[in-house]
Nanobody, 122 residues
Framework: QVQLVESGGGLVQAGGSLRLSCAAS????????MAWFRRAPGKEREFVAA????????YYVDSVKGRFTISRDNAKNTVYLQMNSLEPEDTAVYYC???????????????WGQGTQVTVSS
């Protein structure tokens, strides 16, 4: 279990960019795989992107491929989500999550931050 705090959300126009950050407490950040999820108004939580422990392996939901990039800096205990070409459909609360399990088993992401709001206007 790690403590996660997201930041970087805000209000942007369609076509704009934001970079979200997720800061993790502790000295064992590199032992966790990390992911971003989001929850749009009136919808269930949706997987967005995941990154392996070394940062060399990534996976994205189809709707954000080519627009979003997940990365991590293990020296800073931080994972990032660079979001470009934002669309109104990207409006959601974005959460980072951690797992000590296999990075592509999404049900194993059981450590969550509080979320940061991203709003994209038309």
């Amino acid at each position: 279990q790690v403590q996660l705090v997201e930041s970087g959300g805000g209000l942007v126009q369609a076509g704009g960019s934001l970079r979200l950050s997720c800061a993790a407490s502790g000295r064992t950040f590199s032992s966790y795989a990390m992911a971003w999820f989001r929850r749009a108004p009136g919808k269930e939580r949706e997987f967005v992107a995941a990154i392996g422990r070394s940062g060399s392996s990534t996976y994205y939901v189809d709707s954000v491929k080519g627009r979003f990039t997940i990365s991590r800096d293990n020296a800073k205990n931080t994972v990032y989500l660079q979001m470009n070409s934002l669309e109104p459909e990207d409006t959601a609360v974005y959460y980072c999550a951690a797992t000590s399990g296999y990075w592509l088993v999404l049900s194993r992401y059981d450590c969550w931050g509080q979320g940061t709001q991203v709003t994209v206007s038309s």
